[in-house]
């Protein structure tokens, strides 16, 4: 009997989340890209002179790789970046023995943009830890990711477990005033007014109009799709549904303007359907969210990354086949011309045995200035590979792009 009541009480939380949160305040229009807040902020503190500097960076022709610092953990994963007020950029990864296991923690450190080194790495939480600050039992932490919040404090989602796999998971935050020296105890999003499960993030926030969050979030239990957070700033106030069934995660969102945005899909869909990237769109500024069909690129279920340039160029990084993590590219594409093309081929083990191919996986990508892009993926769950591309690189793809160049060939479709 007691079996039947659990079982009933997860499937009426699963219902309720499905169910749109009253929405107090109401609906703000977008506000810009990613790197809004920093920029809202800075002008708070008296930081005129971070854009120039910013645009000071490495203005190299070609792109630069190094690692992030070694902790000496057999499995490293999930990694994410965010601009600092210094013109510096922080990374957060987690790390242990493998992916879920009990001694996982989340890791930070900071890249000096004028040396172009990484500082030593910083634990910023660890299972014990946030049992204590959440006060329950957590079995697992994973997927950290970084968003700026108006005042200038940094904010910090992270997945964690307490029963079962990431199906289980809830997102807990953390905030900073020091740009990630000390944190405050973590709490607890709620999401589902009872059980407030299978909730995972993985992508940046946007920022709307009246200085909130929307956070692209995913579930993995009963179904696995895709919503939209409304934050304010660690109390979900509204959520609404991206995408529907089982074959769609993990959103990335490209805003277009105030009302209008498209959010990419990691693509979970059964054998027989398209490996491709399912994308929808918003036209009220992610009230409502409707499929438009996929963009034919390959996508084996696994992550993408996207940001959006101030140029307007836009790029992603994936594996851009349909079975395995051994092909990692990035790809452009002009919103006008609406299609994509590779750019840059970042990692590549086709040629090699299956037995030797090493994993590429969890792009995520950062502009710390608008023009530049930093990019950080898992390199074989080894290492986290870190991946600079200036302005002037990045602007030479463009200009290369066939609506710049009409002899260049033209590769993917824009989903219509």
């Known amino acids: 009997m007691s ?135 957590i079995a697992k932490l994973g997927n950290p990711v970084p968003a700026r919040l108006p005042d200038g404090r940094l904010q910090l989602f992270i997945v964690t477990v307490s029963i079962g796999g990431w199906a289980g998971s809830s997102i807990s935050t953390m905030t900073s005033d020091d740009d990630g020296l000390t944190w405050s105890k973590p709490e607890r999003l709620i999401t589902s007014p009872l059980i407030n499960l299978s909730t995972l993030v993985k992508s940046p926030a946007i920022t709307f109009a009246d200085g909130r969050l929307g956070l692209p979030v995913y579930h993995e239990w009963i179904g696995r799709f895709g919503e939209f957070l409304r934050l304010d700033p660690d109390r979900v106030i509204d959520k609404r549904r991206m995408s529907s069934g089982r074959g769609a995660i993990q959103p990335v969102v490209f805003v277009n303007d105030a009302q209008n945005a498209v959010a990419y899909f990691r693509q979970t869909r059964s054998a027989g359907m398209p490996k491709q990237i399912p994308v929808s769109q918003t036209q009220n500024a992610g009230q409502s969210w409707q499929p438009i069909g996929d963009v034919e690129i390959a996508n084996p279920n696994s992550a993408v990354s996207g940001i959006a340039l101030q140029n307007g160029a836009r790029i992603l990084a994936l594996n851009n086949i349909e079975a395995g993590r051994h092909r990692l590219v990035l790809l452009m594409s002009d919103t006008k011309e609406g299609r994509w093309h590779v750019v840059e081929i970042l990692e590549d083990d086709e040629a090699l045995p299956d037995a030797q191919r090493r994993e590429f996986s969890y792009p995520y990508l950062m502009s ?49």
């Open 3 to 137: 079996r039947i009541i659990a079982l009933c009480c997860l499937l009426l939380a699963a219902v309720i989340g499905f169910i749109h949160i009253d929405s107090q305040p109401t609906w703000a229009p977008f506000l810009r890209g990613t790197s809004a807040p920093l920029e809202e902020a800075l002008e708070v503190e008296g930081h005129s002179s971070l854009k120039a500097k910013l645009s000071a960076q490495d203005t190299a022709v070609s792109p630069r790789t190094d690692w992030l610092p070694d902790t000496g953990a057999a499995s490293v994963h999930a990694a994410s970046l965010i601009a600092l007020k210094d013109g510096n950029i922080r990374a957060f990864w987690f790390a242990g023995s493998r992916e879920g296991a009990p001694d996982v923690v989340i890791n930070s450190a900071v890249f000096d943009s004028k040396t172009n080194t990484w500082g030593a790495p910083v634990m910023v939480i660890d299972r014990v830890t946030a049992e204590r600050g959440l006060g329950r039992y």
């Open 368 to 416: 710390a200035n608008g023009s530049d892009a930093h990019l950080v993926y898992t390199w074989d769950r080894k290492k986290i590979r870190h991946v600079y591309f200036s302005s002037a690189w990045l602007s030479r793809a463009y200009s290369q792009l066939p609506n710049q160049n009409p002899e260049a060939p033209s590769e993917y479709k824009e989903a219509q």
